[in-house]
């Protein structure tokens, strides 16, 4: 009986990744160097669209690709990845040009890595600003080295106040912003606050928050919803995103609850227009990890509102 002949790469097809993948999925961001991050698939694959190539050597997945649609505004794009014995064959470009595809004309945006870049910008996507990736351990009083803005010093030292796990945290009086745990009649609100600043209804992935979060925290003023924030697991950190405010003030206010709530190291990627979050940030520990280029494809930018969209749920989602 003759064997079969070994499957070579280009006869392998593009399919649907489902939940049930989510092991193989996590076997891929191991070999890359990415935390496993099966919850984060897990959410990914239920409120967005996956793809994969499985490897012809039957040893799991050589590639992802990951889809997020909004409507007809954008389908943000993520999850690229490679395994690194198939990688420089072309097996990246296939992917985005099948996603490009089946696009048609919905306009397409991502968080570039280094590695992915060149490749989007082949494939005509424009550079529209930047993510840094900042992380480590979250210390409630600066470093005292640089001054902070009076608001983030005040709220600093509220926060040092409040007991580690404490779930509300108010800022000083001199704000009348206080933050408290998302409670489930929340979610319309969020959404309506959500809209103007991600530019787009997202429900789909809002409703699956409370569920996805160890912590979803929202800010008031006078009974307003003014910002929320959300904060998930990954690898051995706990990520802050979505992170959506009115101010920086009130960014730094969602942080520092949330950060109140966990021993582990956090994580983020802001939107390098914020550099006062920013530096408040390093000044609390964490440090640049990385960088992500923020791209789009038949759109000019991001729609939304940038001074409102502190951070990303996820880069893969926007
Ligand atoms: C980025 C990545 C998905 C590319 O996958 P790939 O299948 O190797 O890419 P392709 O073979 O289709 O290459 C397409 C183009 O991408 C660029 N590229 C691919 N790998 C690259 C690398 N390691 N460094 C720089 N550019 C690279 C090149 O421009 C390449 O064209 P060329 O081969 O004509 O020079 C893969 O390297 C990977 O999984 N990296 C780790 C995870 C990651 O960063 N993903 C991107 C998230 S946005």
């Not at 409120?47 to 050597?57: E, K, L, S």
């Not at 889809?67 to 999850?79: I, K």
């Not at 992915?116 to 529209?128: A, I, R, T």
């Amino acid at each position: 009986m003759r064997s079969p002949s070994p499957r070579s790469l280009v006869d392998m097809p593009i399919r649907r990744l489902n939940r049930g993948d989510l092991v193989p999925c996590a076997d891929l961001c191991e070999d890359r160097g990415w935390p496993r991050d099966e919850h984060r698939w897990g959410l990914l694959l239920s409120a967005g669209t996956g793809y994969g190539i499985d490897a012809p050597d039957g040893k799991g997945l050589a590639a992802t690709c990951l889809t997020m649609p909004y409507g007809s505004d954008f389908t943000a794009v993520g999850m690229m990845l490679v395994a690194g014995r198939y990688a420089r064959q072309g097996i990246a470009r296939r992917l985005m040009r099948q996603v490009m595809e089946t696009a048609g004309g919905t306009p397409l945006a991502l968080y570039a890595t280094e590695q992915g870049q060149p490749l989007y910008e082949d494939l005509g996507f424009s550079p529209v600003g930047r993510a840094e990736r900042v992380g480590g351990r979250f210390a409630a009083t600066g470093s005292g080295g640089f001054p902070a803005p009076s608001a983030a010093r005040s709220l600093a030292a509220s926060a040092a106040q409040a007991s580690p796990g404490s779930a509300a945290y108010s800022p000083p009086s001199a704000s009348t912003v206080t933050t408290r745990p998302a409670a489930a009649d929340d979610l319309q609100a969020m959404v309506r606050l959500d809209l103007p600043v991600f530019g787009t209804d997202r429900t789909h992935l809002l409703a699956r928050l409370p569920a996805f979060s160890d912590r979803l925290q929202v800010a008031e003023e006078h009974g307003e919803l003014v910002g929320y924030a959300a904060l998930w697991p990954s690898g051995p950190a706990e990520v802050v995103g979505p992170l959506i405010a009115r101010d920086t003030a009130t960014a730094q206010a969602l942080v520092t609850a949330l950060a109140a709530t966990t021993d582990r190291p956090l994580r983020a990627d802001v939107d390098a227009r914020h550099q006062e979050l920013l530096g408040w940030l390093a000044e609390r520990g964490l440090e640049p990890l990385s960088r992500t280029t923020v791209m789009t494809y038949g759109i000019p930018d991001l729609p939304g509102d940038a001074t409102r969209r502190f951070a990303p749920l996820t880069v893969a989602t926007g």
